[in-house]
């Protein structure tokens, strides 16, 4: 057993509604801190994959907006509070799975 | 004449921080959003002391309209004690000697993130919303100037065939907040992320409301008594959140928007979003003193 030092990396993990209309999870992590990167990395890959060429998730529309220094005010607002607008997607997707018996459950265990 | 004559002594700061070209700009703006409700107006966004997603668009609506006798509440998902909504209101109140408070009673210039206060708000009230994303448009047309054409032509359809799919997919509407409105029967507007729940009081509501995106540059607005009606079809009714029946847990407030808080034990206790009600209301059952206005929603239902 040796240690040669320590690294200090951030992650970030991001939720929203995706294509599927379930809850999915977006991830990113990056040596050092790094709030911008790591959320704007993990909001690319919550909804970069699969994303149709010219819609504003698409990687090449998404980066042209989460990238510059203006958007790093915005890349960081996701630390604060979202309860409101959470909860309002909460009750869509519960009362879609009440609708439909035997939906998959909206919340990732 | 001298150039003294013509100028004003040096000040360190305008009034109300923005300076006086600025807020004519913005002036010029806000009348022109009023005299076409939902129509999305362009300005140039200044720069505040604050990062840009923060409030930066509500926040400059604010400054052109503050004035001395000015009372504000700042509100940040239906708290005016978090972090954000506390700097934001002291900035406020610093750069323009208004004063702050917390009562949605006693205020007449309202900034919030995201909620509309559950008292009715009065025809002497401007309710200031903050709102990151203003083109309803995007997720059908992510380009601008296309957007902006079909806004003129009042080509919605696209917008109406995303909602039908929905309900083919998932038996319902699935839009969470920011439920996409028909302005005064002519343009639709993202009504910032509020909730379901709130978008009805908007509806022929006796106050003026404010709409700006600071990021995107854009402000709209909902004058007094204009319409505001929900894309819906006539056989599915509109939904608000299923709040009308939760009670919080600390106030014992029935029937408003709740927060949900998750429990230890895998259930969930709630609490009400818009805070200042729920200390007036903790404040009444304590003997205190403290009015509680006429609410928008009775039993759970929109007056």
Redesign the interface.
């Known amino acids: 057993m040796f240690s040669a030092g320590r690294v200090k990396v951030s992650q970030a993990e991001v939720t929203s509604?995706g294509t599927s209309?379930l809850l999915e999870l977006g991830f990113c992590a990056t040596l050092g801190w790094n709030e911008v990167k790591v959320i704007s990395g993990a909001t690319l890959d919550l909804n970069a994959p699969g994303a149709a060429k010219?819609?504003?998730v698409e990687e090449e529309?998404f980066l042209y907006h989460t990238e510059p220094v203006?958007?790093?005010?915005?890349?960081?607002?996701f630390k604060?509070?979202?309860?409101?607008?959470?909860?309002?997607?909460?009750?869509?997707?519960?009362?879609?799975r009440a609708?439909?018996p035997g939906a998959p459950d909206p919340v990732p265990a | 004449m001298t150039l003294a004559s013509l100028t004003r002594p040096w000040e360190a700061m305008s009034y109300g921080f923005l300076d006086a070209s600025a807020k004519r700009e913005l002036r010029r703006k806000m009348l022109k959003a009023i005299a076409v409700p939902g129509c999305q107006m362009p300005y140039a966004s200044r720069e505040v002391p604050m990062a840009r997603g923060w409030g930066t668009g509500g926040l400059q609506v604010t400054l052109t309209l503050l004035k001395p006798s000015s009372v504000v509440k700042v509100i940040d998902q239906g708290a005016d004690d978090s972090v954000n909504a506390a700097s934001i209101r002291s900035f406020l109140a610093k750069v323009s000697g208004a004063r702050e408070t917390w009562d949605t009673l006693a205020a007449t210039l309202i900034q919030s993130r995201h909620r509309i206060p559950e008292e009715r708000l009065r025809a002497d009230q401007v309710l200031v919303l903050q709102v990151p994303n203003p083109e309803p448009l995007r997720p059908v047309e992510p380009n601008m100037s296309h957007a902006r054409q079909m806004h003129a032509d009042a080509d919605y359809g696209r917008l109406w065939l995303i909602l039908y799919e929905e309900i083919v997919r998932a038996g319902r509407i699935m839009q969470g907040a920011a439920y996409p409105a028909l302005v005064n029967g002519r343009h639709v507007m993202t009504p910032s992320p509020i909730p379901r729940w709130d978008v009805p009081k908007l509806h022929m509501a006796r106050h003026l409301t404010f709409l700006s995106a600071g990021r995107e540059k854009r402000l709209f607005a909902v004058p007094p008594f204009t319409r505001v009606e929900p894309l819906v079809f006539s056989d599915l009714p509109y939904r608000v959140e299923d709040h009308a029946g939760l009670t919080c847990h600390r106030s014992g407030m029935k029937s408003f928007f709740m927060n949900e808080i998750p429990q230890a034990d895998g259930g969930s206790a709630h609490e009400l979003s818009d805070s200042h009600l729920g200390i007036k209301a903790i404040r009444q059952a304590e003997g205190g003193r403290a009015e509680i206005g006429p609410t928008w929603y009775r039993d759970g239902r929109m007056r």
């Open positions: 509604k209309g010219g819609t504003p529309f203006e958007a790093s005010g915005f890349c960081i607002h604060l509070p979202h309860y409101v607008t959470f909860q309002s997607s909460l009750d869509a997707l519960r009362g879609a609708a439909t």
